[in-house]
């Protein structure tokens, strides 16, 4: 069975300080990943997704990036965080035949201060 | 501009009634509709979902009807639980490559 883990489960950071959030996506091979952010009490908005290893598009612009190093892994980052970044972050992976089913990851809580 | 919206916002039923949640979209390229249950602190899990070709799908107590022409579809939740409690998010894709869009969110509150 596939699960997806995501790290850390919660961070507080300073306005200023870099961030790496990650996602890791085991029993399944050369699946679509996706990082969506949600604020409190929100919906979701999808920030970057990826088709396979070292590639990434990007859907928004909220100053963040996405790297996929691993097939099964999918890191969110910036260098400066921004009071805006606090929210819930969510990392999503589908299957590469049937694309439209998304599976969501329990999330990362982010405040920055 | 938003392009899939829900109603209500909040909504409130006694333990056994039928909860209906209500979605609509604007792109009619849209072809797949997933409804996903949000708990508090929790990521969103699949509860059902349905595509263009159908105008109903039913798994247990969760039933989604569809109409294309109207381009609206709702969730029924029949017998509702305190359990099902939570948030509840219609999505829509179909356009650019697996782009899900999704709506504000119902919070279902279900009372015993």
């Known amino acids: 069975a596939q699960t997806i883990h995501q790290w850390p489960v919660a961070e507080i950071k300073a306005v200023g300080s870099p961030l790496s959030l990650g996602c890791t996506i085991k029993?399944?091979?050369?699946?679509?990943l996706y990082w969506y952010w949600q604020a409190t009490g929100g919906t979701l908005q999808q920030l970057f997704y990826?088709?396979?290893?070292?590639?990434v598009e990007s859907v928004v612009q909220l100053n963040l990036s996405a790297s996929r190093p691993k097939d099964d892994q999918f890191i969110l980052s910036t260098e400066k965080l921004l009071l805006s970044h606090s929210g819930f972050y969510l990392c999503?992976?589908?299957?590469?035949?049937?694309?439209?089913?998304?599976?969501f990851g329990p999330g990362t809580r982010l405040l920055v201060l | 501009q938003q392009q899939v919206r829900q109603s209500p916002q909040s909504l409130t039923v006694w333990e056994g009634e039928t909860a209906i949640l209500n979605c609509s979209y604007e792109?009619?390229?849209?072809?797949?509709f997933p409804w996903y249950q949000q708990f508090p602190g929790e990521g969103p899990a699949l509860l059902i979902s349905?595509?263009?070709?159908?105008d109903k799908k039913e798994d247990g107590r969760f039933t989604i009807f569809f109409n294309k022409r109207e381009k609206k579809l709702s969730l029924h939740i029949t017998d509702s639980q305190p359990g099902d409690s939570a948030t509840y998010f219609c999505?829509?894709?179909?356009?650019?490559?697996?782009?899900?869009?999704f709506g504000a969110g119902t919070r279902l509150a279900v009372c015993p």
């Open positions: 349905i595509r263009s070709v159908s």
């Open positions: 990826s088709i396979t290893v070292g590639q």
């Open positions: 029993g399944k091979s050369s699946p679509n």
């Open positions: 999503a992976w589908s299957l590469e035949v049937n694309q439209d089913t998304q599976y």
């Open positions: 999505a829509a894709s179909g356009g650019s490559f697996n782009k899900l869009t």
């Open positions: 792109d009619s390229t849209f072809n797949y």
